[in-house]
Nanobody
Framework: DVQLVESGGGSVRAGGSLRLSCTAS????????MGWFRQAPGKEREGAAV????????NYADSVKGRFTISQDNAMNTVYLQMNSLKPEDAAMYYC???????????????????WGQGTQVTVS
């Protein structure tokens, strides 16, 4: 099994920054990618950023591109999400997720992610 624990959420003014962290434990081998998702009240959970474990390649949602940066420290089994220039519409519960999928189109949809953290709240005023 895999356990994911997020931290770093909080309240920030518009234009401010936050850095989220997610530490994984349990079965680490063969992990394909890690992702950050977010869910605002009354809305569906949406992907924000993905990082591939082996290559370090990243993908971002258009809404966060240029403002958010996902990175990883494989030795520490930790993934980060640096969020700059935060907007009120970025306010949401942020979830870390891990995928062990395979194939060319792996890690591109929410259903590819099997393990989820408990979430960390981000508030932007």
């Amino acid at each position: 099994d895999v356990q994911l624990v997020e931290s770093g959420g909080g309240s920030v003014r518009a234009g401010g920054s936050l850095r989220l962290s997610c530490t994984a434990s349990g079965y680490i081998r063969s992990r394909r990618c890690m992702g950050w998702f977010r869910q605002a009240p009354g809305k569906e959970r949406e992907g924000a950023a993905v990082i591939y474990t082996d290559s370090g390649s990243t993908n971002y949602a258009d809404s966060v591109k240029g403002r958010f940066t996902i990175s990883q420290d494989n030795a520490m089994n930790t993934v980060y999400l640096q969020m700059n220039s935060l907007k009120p519409e970025d306010a949401a519960m942020y979830y870390c997720a891990a995928s062990y999928c395979s194939g060319v189109y792996c890690c591109q949809v929410k259903g590819d992610f099997s393990f989820w953290g408990q979430g960390t709240q981000v508030t932007v005023s």
